[in-house]
């Protein structure tokens, strides 16, 4: 089925971006019970399918996520980037006849038969911060930097070519055509399902568990929403090459992962973010790094970016491992 979003002038001017750990978390769970998910995802499986293992709501978590997922789960951030507090109390504030209607459509029941939703709620968001905290937390900072990495491209894009053009490179399957934006189906081209985006725009959220595919909420609340591949996923999982691996006993776990995301220039923050540490721990190793010429930090303005110099290029080289 094909999606065509229908917008005014003032839904476009409120077409932003966010990013959604709580989906993440959901999208991560569908994959781990085997629902989704794509091979450049195995890596990750391995290693953290045993961390389920033990969850006591599992069995309802899997009645909800394994099939057709309801709406209610991925509630729209009202930031950029929020926490996973802020998300589960989206989740948990999620309206009863909407909750209602959802879990009909997913179990297959009559919607007089469907479980209260002050009974079921905060057993379903305690049960996804468990998740959240072994599954996703230990790897987010990694994952979030991904994520505001494809944010910031696609901002730039928008600077540069417009609503075209920032539509035209999200997803093969998306299209802007003549200020409607339609989503093609797969399985049946021929049907469209219009989604009004109203006064509420639209948000776009880079996902890294959904990919390679698009999602899209066919019925919003508020903003209109789609979950699209962000760039850089099938790098996420890799294993370090063998330099990295040598040096890490030398240099410390931490300065070697730094050392290995300077092959860009980037911020303080976005290397914290990339590394999950705190922006004064970032700042220590920069000096220690520049201190044995191995980084260079270059300010304009207020804004400090650093890049790894040739000396450290030479020693990540395959060669010199």
């Known amino acids: 089925m094909a999606v065509e979003f229908r917008f005014t002038a003032a839904s476009v001017a409120k077409v932003r971006f966010a990013v959604s750990p709580l989906g993440e978390t959901v999208l991560a769970l569908r994959t781990l019970l085997g ?58 504030a999620t309206d009863e006849t909407f909750f209602r209607r959802e879990c009909s459509a997913v179990l297959g029941a009559p919607i007089e038969n469907v479980p209260e939703p002050d009974t079921v709620l905060p057993r379903l968001a305690e049960a996804l911060h468990r998740c959240h905290e072994r599954l996703i937390s230990p790897q987010w900072g ?39 934006l339609v989503v093609h189906g797969r399985r049946t081209p021929h049907s469209v399902h219009t989604v009004d985006t109203g006064g509420h725009g639209l948000v776009l959220l880079p996902s890294i568990f959904n ?68 922006p004064s721990a970032v700042s220590q190793h920069l000096g220690a790094l520049r201190g044995a010429g191995l980084v260079s930090t270059h300010r304009n303005g207020r804004m400090a970016l650093h890049l790894r110099t040739e000396r450290a290029n030479h020693l990540l080289a395959p060669s010199a491992s």
């Open 35 to 92: 629902a989704g998910g794509h091979t450049v995802h195995q890596p990750w499986l391995r290693r953290t399918r045993p961390l389920l293992a033990g969850e006591p709501e599992l069995p309802l978590l899997r009645a909800l996520i394994s099939g057709p997922m309801p709406s209610f789960l991925f509630p729209v951030p009202h930031e950029r980037l929020p926490s996973i507090a802020t998300e589960l109390d989206l989740l948990r």
């Open 142 to 180: 990694r994952m979030r930097a991904v994520l505001e990495a494809d944010v910031g491209r696609r901002a730039l894009t928008l600077v540069n070519g417009g609503t075209q053009a920032l539509f035209a490179e999200l997803h093969q399957d998306i299209a802007w055509d003549g200020g409607q």
């Open 211 to 278: 990919w390679p595919n698009i999602g899209v909420d066919k019925s919003p609340v508020e903003a209109a929403s789609i979950r699209y591949p962000a760039v850089g996923v099938g790098l996420l999982w890799e294993p370090p090459p063998p330099a990295l691996a040598g040096l890490a006993p030398v240099l410390g776990r931490t300065r070697t992962e730094l050392l290995a995301a300077l092959a860009e220039p980037l911020t303080t923050a976005a290397l914290a973010g990339h590394l999950g540490v705190t």
